[in-house]
C-alpha cells in the first residue's frame, strides 16, 4: 500500500477456487473516488468484484473517520450459492 495523505493505492488479490487475480486499486478522499485498474488474466466473478469495492470503500471511511488509511485488508466470503433454497439440493 502506498499512500499519502487524500490518495491510497493498493494492491488488490483476490482468489477463488477457480482463479487468483490481481489488480491495482485507488482511493481518493477528495471526491470519493475509487478505481480498480485491469485485472491481471480475467475479472474476478461480478460479486467478488463488488466485495472488493464494498472494502475499498470502507478504507475510505476509515480513512475519513481516523484520519488513517488502513495499511492492509483481508476478508474471506465464501462464493455465493448457486443452488435453490430446497434442502434436497
Known amino acids: 500500500m502506498e499512500a499519502t495523505d487524500t490518495t491510497a493505492r493498493y494492491a488488490m488479490l483476490v482468489s477463488t477456487a477457480a482463479a487468483e487475480v490481481s489488480a491495482d486499486a485507488h482511493v481518493q ?19 467478488l468484484e463488488a466485495f ?14 481516523d484520519g488513517v488509511w488502513p495499511r492492509r485488508m483481508t476478508r474471506w466470503r465464501p462464493e455465493p450459492s448457486t443452488r435453490g433454497s430446497d434442502p434436497a439440493d
Open 29 to 47: 478522499t477528495q471526491n470519493g473516488a475509487l478505481e480498480i485498474g485491469a485485472w491481471t488474466e480475467s475479472a474476478p466473478p461480478a460479486w
Open 52 to 65: 472488493a469495492r464494498t472494502l475499498l470503500r470502507a478504507a475510505l471511511r476509515d480513512k475519513t473517520s
